[in-house]
């Protein structure tokens, strides 16, 4: 099948489904939150990018074609479909769906197949599958969609850690030929990860993306990961959210500068936000921290 006959899958969707937007690795991953009224949308001659659509709602009944293969019934809540890039697919509904699309370029998986050396990635096939219910997919799907509602300052690395997750699990489960993802250990060389730790403590008050922070350690993302979590027991994440509640606790101690200010200052986006990480590590809140 000729990829120049092939359709961007959002050209199958209409603007008006969206109810929000992210992208991740540099557009590499395209995720919408849809609403979509009952229609139909085909690719007769494929698509250009992997589809893999992940339902927040109970439907009613769904035809579902991808090359030749049919599923003609409803898709329950959390439940997903996936469509590989090239295969002919047809769909159809009767309700009002409420879903999570992420449209996934084919070269973002063979990179990230590569940078983790696995085996026999040559050639990656997608699978296709018209109803599966996968527990870890959902896991995955609903973390990125409670961040892109929050739409919080910190958010682009967790979002593009759970992007370097999801295309793992893609890879691990839904390839044609099984293949074998290599382990890294050791962790990080010290100086690097004296680099990565200085950098993130210089950005104490703004944005940090995962790529970045694996540009300084001059490795992939996902191998800086898994080193970084070797070498400090979390994962980047976890370790910058950890390091802006410290702050954050010096600074309640030593000034007495409203709560909403020493939020800004340790990077959250709201005293809102601010709140409920600091509650959820502490047990208690900024206010309750500072009063005792």
């Not at 769904?62 to 997903?80: A, N, S, V």
């Not at 080193?227 to 390091?243: A, C, D, E, R």
Request: charged share 20%; with cysteine; proline share 3%.
């Amino acid at each position: 099948m000729s990829s120049q006959s092939a359709i961007h899958p959002s050209s199958m969707m209409k603007d008006e489904w969206v109810r929000s937007r992210q992208t991740l690795h540099a557009g590499e991953i395209i995720v919408e939150h849809q609403i979509e009224p009952p229609s139909e949308a085909q690719a007769h001659n494929g698509l250009t990018h992997h589809l893999l659509a992940f339902q927040l709602s109970d439907g009613t009944r769904q035809i579902t074609r991808i090359d030749g293969r049919e599923y003609d019934g409803p898709l329950f809540k959390e439940e997903m479909l996936l469509i590989p890039a090239q295969a002919s697919s047809f769909g159809a509904w009767e309700s009002t769906d409420e879903s999570l699309i992420f449209i996934i370029d084919p070269t973002f998986l063979q990179r990230i197949a590569l940078e983790t050396d696995c085996l026999n990635c040559d050639r990656l096939e997608l699978l296709s599958v018209l109803k599966a219910r996968d527990l870890q997919l959902a896991s995955i799907a609903l973390s990125i969609l409670t961040e892109m509602q929050r739409q919080q300052l910190g958010s682009k690395l967790y979002l593009d850690s759970l992007a370097n997750i999801l295309a793992i699990h893609l890879l691990r489960n839904y390839i044609s030929r099984p293949i074998q993802l290599h382990g890294y250990e050791g962790g990080l060389a010290y100086s690097k990860l004296r680099q990565v730790l200085d950098y993130i403590r210089d950005r104490g008050d703004r944005d940090i993306q995962l790529a970045d922070l694996a540009a300084i350690a001059d490795m992939s993302q996902y191998y800086f990961v898994s080193l970084f979590k070797q070498s400090m027991g979390v994962t980047p994440w976890q370790y910058v959210i950890q390091q802006r509640i410290e702050r954050a606790k010096l600074l309640l101690k030593q000034s007495n500068s409203a709560i909403a200010k020493i939020a800004l200052q340790c990077g959250f986006s709201s005293q809102s936000h601010f709140t409920a990480q600091f509650r959820k590590h502490t047990g208690v809140t900024p206010k309750t921290y500072r009063d005792n």
